[in-house]
């Protein structure tokens, strides 16, 4: 069975607008949140990873009628589709495969109440509630006209993408896949509804909000982005000469079965999946889901001493750019992608590892030769996926 690598990538996220500012991130340990208020409402203050630009025209194109994760999105798989010269195949091979967790929520929001006046309403409505309208996009913005899925399994969606992706190229359904997630999030349903489940961060100070690895912070950063990665197979890469960046070796996701916003807080389920995605690898680091939610970070922690012990050292990029939701897999492994090409483990930053001295985790950028990484991402309702990345 052919390789499936990894050809061009592209990543829209708060302080990231390409493969130079984010390796610039990653490397210095840059927090690039921001606080954000609501004047309308007090008390509503949070940090959040927030994106400056609005990504109404694209490559000369207006999309002032889509949603704005739908634009991130194909601003991302535009750099992705010029990195690995996507236009060499035919267009009925690419396939596109996008996952999301919240879709269009912050324009269903802002037009909530149009919705009831049909004068009001806008033509472009229906749109708001078809996450399908990203994949679709994307195949119009790049011209493919292949398969196009679009995942909305939560936090894990970007990698259930590139699972999705890797088993259509290895039984040759297409040649090439445009994988990834993109979400945005940042609207007051969204605040609101992870401030009651006690999730998201209230620190009103960057510094002390969603610190991960440590048990004197408690919550995550909302934030907002798009990663996209662009799969082929290794024979295909090497015939037209294309760079490639890392090959998928393995991806396995599972759901634990669990009721409503629940999840297996004993971490087996999560222990399967990690031990069967890195099977007899001892990959160079963990690029984790760590994030600044107790139980969640404590998962990470059993998973890791459970499996490799203080062997290999875990890191989390979440202090700099926040969760993104849906899109934060794909973000992971394009972070992982740039630590193996430059040679680098990135830090964790903003954490001191209160209650986590026991787990070797990188607070201070580690320039290194990276071989292989192992990406973690779990969400609610039980979600857990795993991806061992390669370097070749």
């Not at 990873?49 to 889509?66: H, P, Q």
């Not at 982005?225 to 760079?243: D, H, N, P, T, Y």
Request: glycine content about 10%; aromatic content about 8%.
């Amino acid at each position: 069975m052919d390789d499936i690598v990894i050809t061009g990538y592209g990543i829209k996220a708060p302080g990231v607008c390409d493969k130079i500012s984010f390796l610039n991130v990653l490397d210095k340990g840059i927090c690039t949140q921001s606080i954000i208020k609501n004047e309308s409402q007090p008390h509503t203050t949070i940090v959040a990873g927030l994106i400056e630009e609005d990504f109404l025209e694209i490559n000369g194109k207006n999309y002032k009628r889509y949603p704005r994760f739908v634009r991130m999105a194909i601003a991302a798989a535009m750099d992705a589709s010029n990195m690995s010269n996507l236009d060499y195949f035919k267009p009925q091979r690419v396939a596109v495969i996008i996952g999301t967790s919240a879709g269009a929520i912050l324009e269903i929001e802002q037009y909530s109440t149009d919705f009831f006046d049909f004068k009001k309403t806008p033509i472009q409505g229906v749109s708001f509630a078809d996450s399908h309208t990203v994949s679709g996009s994307i195949a119009e913005a790049i011209g493919s006209c292949g398969p196009a899925f679009t995942l909305t399994t939560g936090c894990t969606a970007s990698i259930d993408a590139v699972l999705m992706g890797k088993l259509l190229l290895e039984n040759g359904t297409v040649d090439a896949c445009i994988v990834g997630g993109t979400d945005a999030p940042l609207g007051q349903w969204t605040i609101n509804g992870f401030k009651k489940i006690r999730s998201l961060s209230t620190e009103t100070s960057i510094d002390q909000a969603g610190v991960p690895f440590s048990t004197k912070h408690r919550g995550f950063v909302l934030a907002e982005g798009a990663g996209v990665i662009v799969l082929e197979r290794r024979q295909s890469a090497q015939a037209r000469e294309q760079k490639i960046y890392g090959e998928i070796e393995r991806v396995i996701s599972r759901n634990e079965g669990q009721k409503l916003l629940g999840y297996d807080e004993t971490g087996r389920h999560m222990l399967r999946v990690f031990q069967e995605a890195v099977g007899n690898t001892k990959p160079s680091y963990v690029n984790s889901q760590a994030l600044g939610i107790q139980t969640n970070d404590q998962i990470e922690r059993f998973i890791l001493m459970e499996t490799f012990g203080t062997d290999v050292p875990i890191t989390s990029i979440k202090g700099m750019i926040g969760h993104t939701f849906g899109a934060m897999g794909a973000m992971q492994i394009i972070s992982s992608l740039l630590s193996m090409e430059y040679g680098f483990i990135p830090p964790t930053i903003k954490t001191k590892g209160n209650g986590f001295e026991d787990v070797p985790i990188v607070y201070e950028t580690r320039h290194q030769t990276v071989e292989s990484v192992c990406i973690t991402s779990h969400g609610s309702s039980g979600n857990n996926a795993c991806l061992l990345l390669t370097h070749t």
